[in-house]
């Protein structure tokens, strides 16, 4: 039982919005409804599935500094952060559908990092190093995610996990390397 957690996904889509006596009141709120864990999404984007650049929207992704504000809000609220980067598609198409290269995951290598560096700087309890990225977990790229978990884990010493796509958790091939598997379990309830 003292291991449940009530937690709450919390986003913006606003480089600044993070920052805001708006996004403070709400964090607020959410305390008193005995929320413990936030998970703090900060979202990059490529332009579609086969794009290798990923990059930060000066309108759309939040600031280190607004990201940084509401971690220091959350703890001081009591409650416990996950970081949570998040590539997203500019032409809407989900993120399961990016096909991996080579220089793609040195870009989501360089990416992730920056959010490993920020969770370390700021004693972020929980890291999750990549969402619903169906494409890239399977074996073939293996090497990558043990690389970049390496990497990681010179940087910033808290728990590691990512968060599965419903229909790929079974195919994910570093689980082990993690501290806790995640699972975004939307699956279907009707045929």
């Given at each position: ?62 600031s280190d500094e607004a990201l940084g504000h509401a971690i220091n ?119």
């Amino acid at each position: 039982r003292t291991e449940f957690q009530k937690g709450v996904n919390y986003t913006s889509w606003d480089k600044k919005e993070l920052e805001s006596d708006a996004s403070d009141i709400s964090l607020i709120y959410l305390s008193r409804l005995g929320v413990g864990h936030i998970a703090l999404m900060a979202v990059y984007y490529q332009e579609n599935a086969e794009s290798r650049k990923i990059y930060f929207d000066e309108k759309k992704s939040a600031s280190d500094e607004a990201l940084g504000h509401a971690i220091n809000i959350i703890h001081s609220l009591g409650m416990k952060v996950m970081l949570k980067p998040h590539v997203d598609l500019a032409d809407e198409d989900a993120r399961t559908n990016i096909i991996p290269g080579e220089e793609w995951f040195g870009n989501y290598k360089e990416f992730v990092l920056h959010y490993a560096q920020l969770a370390a700087a700021y004693n972020v309890e929980l890291l999750c190093i990549g969402t619903e990225l169906s494409n890239t977990t399977v074996s073939t790229w293996n090497e990558k995610w043990l690389d970049i978990i390496r990497s990681i884990r010179q940087i910033y010493k808290g728990a590691l996990t990512y968060a599965a796509n419903w229909d790929e958790y079974e195919t994910v091939s570093f689980w082990n390397e993690l501290d806790f598997i995640g699972m975004d379990a939307y699956f279907p309830l009707t045929k």
